[in-house]
């Protein structure tokens, strides 16, 4: 602002100059006065600072009184009612400017807006402004306001603190929210850099005006966890209402905010939030917040030969002068008291530099030269105030680069007491030095908003002598009977006393949410000094990050009943499968088996017995073998279904494949196709299978695969669902490689025509009459219960894919089924024919020679007696046509003859 707009705006505010200018009474004295301005909030300011008045007028009493301080000047302030807006400020300021006297320095504003207008103004008229209540960091900015200084500690600083709470519970990943004004703003800027030089992640900076409800949420997507706050005090209440609403509050969040609320700020009556004063007190349980020391420590004597306690009692005792009366009690009140003597104590230093100084014009000057336009002077003070270091009433008080620096207070709000009651599980207590009947102890408590304490439990009354809290008192009964119940504390024993008695008592009352100090941060030597615990919530420091969900993996398998039970029941179909081979062996030359070709019902039970040892590996898995172990089960169940299938099914097959070849080749030949050629068709069969898996195993040997099932949150979790802390990941393994469904697909297809080969067969074979012979009809009847089963099978497979136990059961209990249904249809019916006809079932046709039956040969003779007959049928009809006819030619042609050609000797017939 350039030097003739200040001039205008000093003329203009002239005119509207404040009428309530107070200079402090003076009395009579042969010292030289000297004046500061003095710049307060006062009654009815948007922020009441009228405390800081008195503070500061009792600095300048005491400085006063010294001899040893200014001996030679006497300090006077002017007293200005700067509000707490620039506005009001910037009027105080130019009415001091024009009105003398001359104002040496200035004390104040105490809020950040007005502080940047006054020193930003201040600056060009030479004076210094010495400041007790802003914060903004941007008034540390040499640029814009070079003549600042204050006593209360910048935001900045506490951001230093904040950031050393970070790296003291290793929190990497914090959020910030602030209300959008300038104050906030450049603090939080402070804090992103100073977050970014100590790579902590910033997961997200929002502002808000008005409603803080969408940035909130917000910060709930982005998993804040740790989150910064600066706003006013109303604004505050919202914030917090809002993250209550959307679960950012209570268990595993840290919030912290800043100090300088009221106290029960939360609890405060407030139409703009929706949340009730329970819910805002669950909001804000547990906050951090950071403040500069207000008081030093009591031992200390400070600059004033007082210490911090002696501070409050005058403070307190001056609040009750006439003058003061209107005025509030302002805990910030000795950082005023403060700001006085860091002028005085400079100033006081400048007065003997100033005995032997010569400035530039060659002349010397005392402090009461000091006019508007004095640089030399003015910037001597700059520089000696920069210099200056004392202990003042909030503890070490000294300056860097204008920003005070000393300690800080780092507070929890936590469930305590009010100083002079002790703390125990939620509860205060406190012991009065004086004896009462039990009606006046009642009362006595009463007047302290507790009651007459039970004293219960051993741990309390421990606690209560470990804090020299007990002596040798009684418990006082709270009954109205004229004896009471008391308690002999040494003894611990119950005794009965007269209710008139005077005896001692405690009183008790529920523990308040306080602002507890946990801990002293010293900022320029970097050392935390921790004075209490802070308080989490369940003992456990609060994460940065929701963590990731301990993922416990649970193996799907089935219990031993249910494999023991489907071992048990392939051994069932085992025994009976062993039970047919051992009667095919017993009888393999009684006539009906060895028709039906022993040793490839031989190759058919062994089929089964395959399939049975497949049922008992498929219900093997990593629960009951290694990993290796299992991998070795994964290749032979593939080895044991498919060879199983193909015996079973191809030796079938094959005996039908004979009865076919000789019912349906019509040839004057005797046809013979022996056993050793069906164990050729068979083997051949055998060795597609052996080709497939071998090159499968090769190509793409099984191997041992995980599957992941559905998650299932852990029962615990449920109960609080604001976090999920474990989640149980189901999962079973399972036999499986890269190209399994090619090669899978390549069996399925394989296996697939074979079927259809033999239902084929069955059904061109289905009229052969020598059961013996002709398995067509067990045939049809176990294909069809392989083809529905499987496709009823493979359907409900995959809709259980999922659960190995009830996989198991069905699919084991479909392959037992069909496996035992097949032997069942095949080797019953013989079994029943052996024991019906021991010597064989007789047929029709059997060989003319040998004393043995050629099951072929059978088959051969009974198909030539078949056409022999039809022939004859033939014959018998032509010949009953060409007597009826008398027709030669009628008959040649009905019996497909050549009649003898006297010609042609030669000439041949045919066969008839």
């Known amino acids: 602002m350039s030097l003739p707009l200040q001039v205008s705006l000093a003329f203009l505010c002239i005119i509207y100059a404040s009428s309530d200018v107070n200079t402090t009474s003076t009395t009579m004295s042969t010292k030289t006065p000297l004046y500061l301005g003095g710049y307060f909030p006062m009654p009815g300011s948007s922020?009441?600072?009228?405390?800081?008045?008195?503070?500061?007028?009792?600095?300048?009493?005491?400085?006063?009184?010294?001899?040893?301080?200014?001996?030679?000047?006497?300090?006077?302030?002017?007293?200005?009612?700067?509000?707490?807006?620039?506005?009001?400020?910037?009027?105080?300021?130019?009415?001091?400017?024009?009105?003398?006297?001359?104002?040496?320095?200035?004390?104040?504003?105490?809020?950040?807006?007005?502080?940047?207008?006054?020193?930003?103004?201040?600056?060009?008229?030479?004076?210094i402004t010495m400041n007790y209540g802003a914060v903004s960091p941007t008034l540390s900015n040499r640029n814009l306001y070079p003549y600042f200084y204050r006593t209360y500690m910048s935001a900045a600083?506490?951001?230093?603190?904040?950031?050393?709470?970070?790296?003291?519970?290793?929190?990497?990943?914090?959020?910030?929210?602030?209300?959008?004004?300038?104050?906030?703003?450049?603090?939080?800027?402070?804090?992103?850099?100073?977050?970014?030089?100590?790579n902590i992640t910033i997961i997200g900076a929002e502002s808000f005006q008005e409603n803080p409800s969408n940035q909130v949420k917000v910060l709930k997507i982005k998993d804040a966890k740790i989150v910064v706050l600066n706003t006013y005090e109303g604004m505050a209440r919202r914030v917090f209402c809002e993250a209550y609403k959307a679960g950012l509050t209570g268990k595993g969040y840290v919030w912290m905010i800043i100090a300088w609320y009221t106290e029960g700020w939360w609890a405060k009556q407030d139409d703009s939030i929706d949340c009730t004063p329970a819910e805002m007190t669950e909001a804000v349980r547990g906050y951090l917040c950071i403040d500069s020391t207000l008081l030093g420590d009591p031992k200390d004597n400070t600059i004033a030969n007082i210490n911090s306690g002696d501070f409050l009692a005058f403070y307190e005792e001056r609040l009750q002068w006439p003058e003061y009366r209107d005025f509030t009690n302002n805990v910030y009140a000795p950082f005023g008291y403060d700001a006085a003597w860091a002028v005085a104590l400079t100033l006081n230093k400048s007065a003997e530099i100033l005995k032997t100084k010569r400035f530039a014009d060659n002349t010397i000057r005392r402090l009461e030269d000091f006019n508007y336009d004095d640089v030399e002077m003015g910037r001597m003070f700059f520089d000696l105030l920069a210099e200056t270091e004392f202990i003042g009433a909030t503890g070490p008080v000294s300056f860097r680069t204008g920003d005070r620096v000393g300690i800080t207070q780092i507070f929890q709000l936590q469930d305590n007491c009010r100083p002079g009651w002790q703390y125990f599980d939620g509860a205060c207590y406190v012991t009065p030095s004086l004896a009462l009947e039990h009606q006046m102890a009642a009362n006595y408590c009463q007047s302290l908003d507790a009651y007459v304490s039970p004293l219960q439990g051993e741990e309390l009354l421990e606690h209560l002598r470990n804090e020299d809290v007990l002596g040798p008192l009684f418990w006082l009964g709270d009954d109205d009977s004229a004896t009471c119940q008391s308690m002999d504390v040494m003894s611990q024993t119950m005794v009965e006393k007269n209710c008139f008695e005077e005896i001692n008592f405690v009183c008790e009352k529920q523990a308040e949410l306080l602002q507890h100090l946990v801990a002293l941060y010293d900022v320029k030597n970097d050392i935390m000094d921790w004075k209490d615990s802070v308080i989490w919530p369940d003992g456990e420091v609060p994460l940065d990050h929701t963590p990731p969900p301990v993922i416990v993996?649970?193996?799907?398998?089935?219990?031993?009943?249910?494999?023991?039970?489907?071992?048990?029941?392939?051994?069932?179909?085992?025994?009976?499968?062993?039970?047919?081979?051992?009667?095919?062996?017993?009888?393999?030359?009684?006539?009906?088996?060895?028709?039906?070709?022993p040793y490839l019902n031989n190759l058919i039970i062994l089929g089964g017995i395959l399939i049975y040892f497949w049922v008992v590996t498929f219900g093997l898995d990593t629960h009951l073998l290694s990993k290796e172990a299992f991998k070795v089960i994964c290749h032979i169940r593939n080895w044991l279904l498919c060879l199983g299938f193909v015996l079973s099914f191809g030796a079938m097959f094959s005996k039908t494949w004979r009865v076919y070849r000789v019912v349906t080749l019509k040839t004057p030949?005797?046809?013979?196709?022996?056993?050793?050629?069906?164990?050729?068709?068979?083997?051949?069969?055998?060795?597609?299978?052996?080709?497939?898996?071998?090159?499968?195993?090769?190509?793409?040997?099984?191997?041992?695969?995980?599957?992941?099932?559905?998650?299932?949150?852990?029962?615990?979790?449920?109960?609080?669902?604001?976090e999920v802390r474990e989640i149980i990941q189901p999962y079973f393994n399972y036999c499986s490689c890269n190209n399994m469904l090619y090669f899978f697909s390549a069996l399925c297809v394989y296996k697939g025509l074979l079927l259809i080969f033999g239902t084929f067969l069955a059904w061109e074979t289905r009229k052969v009459a020598i059961p013996a012979l002709n398995d067509s009809k067990y045939i049809g009847m176990s294909v069809y219960n392989v083809v529905i089963l499987s496709s009823i099978g493979a359907a409900v497979s995959l809709i259980i894919y999922d659960d190995p136990p009830l996989l198991f059961i069905f699919t084991g209990t479909l392959v037992i089924f069909c496996t035992t249904v097949t032997l069942i249809v095949i080797f019953v019916p013989k079994v029943i024919s052996v024991y019906k006809y021991p010597e064989g079932k007789p047929v029709t046709t059997m060989a003319s020679q040998g004393g043995?039956?050629?099951?072929?040969?059978?088959?051969?003779?009974?198909?030539?007696?078949?056409?022999?007959?039809?022939?004859?049928?033939?014959?018998?009809?032509?010949?009953?046509?060409?007597?009826?006819?008398?027709?030669?030619?009628?008959?040649?042609?009905?019996?497909?003859?050549?009649?003898?050609?006297?010609?042609?000797?030669?000439?041949?017939?045919?066969?008839?």
Not at 59 to 84: F, Q, T, W
Not at 674 to 703: C, H, N, Y
Not at 872 to 894: D, F, P, Q, T
Request: with cysteine; charged share 25%; net charge negative.
């Open 47 to 127: 922020y009441d600072g009228s405390g800081f008045v008195p503070a500061t007028q009792m600095a300048l009493d005491h400085i006063n009184e010294r001899d040893d301080i200014l001996p030679e000047y006497e300090l006077k302030m002017i007293v200005n009612n700067s509000g707490c807006a620039p506005g009001p400020a910037m009027r105080a300021l130019f009415d001091q400017l024009i009105r003398k006297p001359i104002k040496i320095m200035t004390i104040g504003p105490c809020c950040s807006e007005p502080s940047k207008a006054v020193s930003g103004v201040g600056y060009h008229w030479n004076l």
């Open 157 to 198: 600083e506490f951001n230093l603190v904040q950031v050393r709470l970070m790296r003291e519970y290793g929190w990497q990943r914090v959020a910030s929210i602030h209300e959008l004004w300038e104050v906030f703003s450049s603090t939080v800027d402070n804090l992103l850099t100073l977050l970014k030089e100590d």
């Open 553 to 597: 993996h649970v193996m799907k398998y089935s219990s031993p009943i249910t494999f023991y039970s489907m071992c048990a029941l392939s051994g069932v179909g085992l025994i009976l499968a062993l039970a047919f081979l051992g009667f095919n062996i017993k009888f393999k030359d009684q006539r009906t088996i060895k028709m039906s070709s």
């Open 669 to 722: 030949q005797r046809i013979v196709i022996s056993d050793r050629q069906l164990f050729a068709m068979v083997a051949i069969l055998v060795a597609v299978d052996v080709v497939i898996l071998t090159v499968w195993e090769i190509v793409d040997p099984m191997k041992v695969a995980t599957y992941d099932l559905q998650p299932e949150i852990a029962l615990s979790d449920l109960e609080d669902s604001s």
């Open 852 to 912: 043995s039956i050629d099951p072929k040969q059978t088959l051969h003779d009974a198909e030539e007696k078949r056409r022999l007959r039809e022939k004859m049928v033939k014959l018998e009809e032509a010949i009953r046509k060409a007597v009826n006819s008398g027709s030669l030619e009628c008959l040649k042609e009905s019996m497909g003859a050549t009649v003898i050609d006297p010609e042609n000797t030669n000439s041949t017939t045919d066969r008839v």
